[in-house]
């Protein structure tokens, strides 16, 4: 079971237990979790959109709450995903010990790993289908193609996952994450064409937001939400892939490190 | 048959031997004490048995099956009590049990049928329903132990089992450990309790920088390294009497204001320091306290 540092994912079926032991420590707290998971979207779409929207008008010939509400679904995919593999993988690798107890059963770290990336992807589409359905209930989109970016969204989701493992690995303390959302997440919110279209920033910043994971979500995404097939499918699609394989990767090896290293 | 067998096994942290040549084994039934200071190496040893450190020499089998390379078929007969508690904080008593029996792929028949047994064994029925936080010392060690028992191990590693307990707690754990002695299980423990190796331990591994530097049953390693009787004397006049009565000992120990006479023949010492007024003294049969300081020091490490 001791795994050289660099060997290619070894995953058993034993990441189904760790999975389970995730979900069944969020659903005993889902309530609260589930008020805040519409609250929150609600509160933003509610004063950004039709505040500012009926400022703003039309973005790129949609109303500006249909373009923002669009966009933000694939923002809290990326950011639920991110939470989740940061503060609270942290709390069970770090603070719990949960990690530890497990390795000493037969399960291994690249399980637990696996286990972790793919529940922080869930709780992003926990979090989403919550915020889908204020949209839906707003009236904003009705379209059935909504349906259809669940699937994408949960692939955003083990994309940022897959990322903030990497930092997770190689944490000392919650503080650090503070750094990763300030200086990270939250720049990349906002070049990455939720809140306003990528055109209206200067070039340069335009071939950056390119090749950020976030603005191949919001060009999956946006097209579903508001009822249309995306224009471009697999550039995109591969781009998330890409981040999420290196991502994958990266932190498996520095997570072995952290513990066998 | 040794359930565990650990073979000339050396294990280096950068330049710092950790563990240095050492060899053990335990059978069925068996209680094989580790003691020795902080940093003898008996924690890297255990997570060694466990696959979670790579050994730099030696050969480690459980079960004949050799460790790391078929350590998930050993854990599925492993027990594990960690020196920090890794309960679960989230989930109940019950439920720490039950979701710990899932990592081992037991079926669900099979773990509901243990968790009533295990709750009563570690004196918990109570508390089934409880939460870590709400639980004494005493009762999370005991659900650890529970906890370690989920998949009816054949082994059990417990690393300072009662750290940090209360006499009446620990004494309800030993008796505990000693009911799962007589089921035939095999146990390697760790403690800084001389009472608790004495107690529980057949034999005794005492380490000493990654080394095993003594080794045998509690009385045979007191008799073959100690006097037979000690007596102290504290306080004033202490080393004045260490000074005029030194010569009817076999060997004299300080620490502090307090002298330690070693030896086997105590009248003479006790007519001596009869005679002299204000002392405070006592005089016991030499223990395994006695033995753990003298093989290795009365000083304290760096580390400690």
Redesign the interface.
């Known amino acids: 079971m001791l795994i050289p540092i660099y060997a290619a994912p070894r995953v058993s079926l034993r990441f189904w237990p760790v999975l389970l032991r995730n979900w069944l420590v969020w659903r005993k707290l889902a309530g609260p979790s589930v008020i805040g998971n519409i609250a929150e979207p609600l509160i933003t779409l509610v004063a950004f959109g039709y505040g500012l929207g009926s400022l703003v008008g039309q973005v790129q010939d949609l109303p500006y709450i249909e373009f923002l509400a669009s966009g933000s679904v694939a923002v809290s995919a990326a950011l639920a995903a991110t939470f989740e593999a940061l503060y609270s993988a942290y709390s069970r690798m770090q603070v719990q010990r949960t990690w530890d107890s497990i390795m000493n059963a037969p399960v291994a770290l690249d399980d637990i790993v696996f286990a972790e990336m793919l529940w922080a992807a869930l709780k992003a589409l926990l979090s989403v289908s919550a915020i889908i359905v204020v949209i839906f209930l707003l009236g904003i989109s009705r379209e059935p193609t909504m349906l259809l970016a669940l699937p994408v969204l949960g692939f955003v989701g083990i994309t940022f996952a897959s990322i903030a493992l990497v930092f997770n690995a190689v944490a000392q303390g919650y503080d650090f994450f503070t750094y990763y959302f300030t200086l990270v997440m939250t720049p990349m919110t906002f070049l990455s064409g939720v809140y306003f279209p990528i055109e209206q920033m200067p070039g340069w910043l335009q071939q950056l937001a390119y090749v950020l994971p976030l603005t191949a979500a919001v060009e999956l995404v946006r097209p579903l939400i508001i009822g249309h097939w995306p224009p471009r499918v697999l550039q995109p699609m591969a781009l998330l892939a890409s981040y999420a394989a290196g991502g994958y990767f990266i932190a498996l090896v520095l997570t072995r490190r952290r513990f066998f290293g | 048959m040794s359930l565990l067998r650990v073979e000339h096994l050396s294990k280096k942290f950068g330049n710092s031997s950790v563990v240095d040549d050492l060899s053990l084994h335990v059978k069925a039934g068996e209680c094989l004490g580790m003691i020795g200071p902080n940093g003898a190496g008996k924690t890297t040893t255990i997570r060694m048995c ?5 050994p730099d020499a030696g050969r480690i089998e459980a079960f004949g099956l050799p460790i ?1 390379r078929q ?3 050993a ?2 007969r492993i027990g ?1 009590v ?1 020196q ?8 109940s008593c019950a ?1 720490n049990l039950r ?2 029996g ?4 037991l079926p669900k028949e099979t773990i509901e049928a243990r968790i009533p047994r295990l709750l009563e064994f570690s004196a918990l029925q109570a508390k089934a329903h409880a939460k870590p936080s709400e639980l004494s010392g005493g009762m999370k060690r005991r659900l650890s132990l529970a ?1 370690a028992l989920i ?1 009816d191990p054949d082994l059990l590693l417990l690393d300072e089992p009662t750290t940090g307990l209360d006499p009446q707690a620990r004494h309800l754990m030993w008796e505990r450990l000693q009911q799962l002695l007589q089921q035939g299980k095999a146990i390697l423990l760790t403690t800084h309790f001389m009472d608790e190796a004495e107690r529980l331990c057949d034999r005794l591994l005492v380490m000493d920088n990654g080394r095993s530097i003594a080794e045998g049953t509690p009385r045979g390693l007191i008799a073959e390294h100690l006097e037979s009787d000690v007596v102290e004397v504290y306080g004033e006049g202490a080393r004045a009497a260490a000074d005029r009565h030194g010569h009817l000992a076999q060997r004299v120990e300080h620490s502090g204001e307090t002298v330690f006479f070693y030896l086997c023949e105590p009248r003479p010492m006790l007519q001596a320091l009869a005679e002299q007024d204000g002392l405070r003294t006592l005089h016991r049969p030499a223990n395994l306290e006695d033995l753990f300081l003298k093989l290795t020091g009365r000083q304290i490490r760096d580390d400690a």
Not at chain 2, 102 to 105: A, M, R, T
């Open positions: 466990l696959g979670l450190v790579a790391p350590v998930r078929d854990k599925n594990v960690t920090l508690d890794s309960l679960d904080p989230d989930f439920e979701v710990y899932s990592y081992f792929g906890r998949n």
